[in-house]
């Protein structure tokens, strides 16, 4: 299983990021699949998940400003965050291998590198 996370960089509070994970090794299409953040000091935190099905779960603080989707023709994972906010700082990652989108960060078997996202002026 490999999963590589692109996207992410600076950014002025208010902008927007899009990341992206492409994965490989096993049934994206089958798989559910999620964004987790980790900032400095700071638990692992479930951002947003999607079914197979396209269900999706996400955190309290991101809903209404970020969004999950899925490319199951290019095996490959999208969040998009708008009105990017200071505390959204941390390194993302992407995950597979969990049985929901309820799952705890814990729990997911399969993680990408990360990559980091910074809000700041």
């Known amino acids: 299983v490999q999963l590589v996370e692109s996207g992410g960089g600076l950014v002025q509070p208010g902008g927007s990021l899009r990341l992206s994970c492409a994965a490989s090794?096993?049934?994206?299409?089958?798989?559910?699949m999620s964004w987790v953040r980790q900032a400095p000091g700071k638990e692992r935190e479930l951002v947003a998940a999607?079914?197979?099905?396209?269900?999706?779960n996400y955190a309290g603080s991101v809903k209404g400003r970020f969004t999950i989707s899925r490319n199951n023709a290019k095996n490959t994972l999208y969040l998009q965050m708008n009105s990017l906010k200071p505390e959204d700082t941390a390194v993302y990652y992407c995950a597979a291998g969990a049985p929901s989108i309820f799952t705890s960060p814990a729990q997911w078997s399969y993680w990408g590198q990360g990559t980091q996202v910074t809000v700041s002026s």
């Open positions: 999607i079914s197979s099905g396209w269900s999706t």
């Open positions: 090794g096993f049934t994206f299409r089958s798989s559910a």
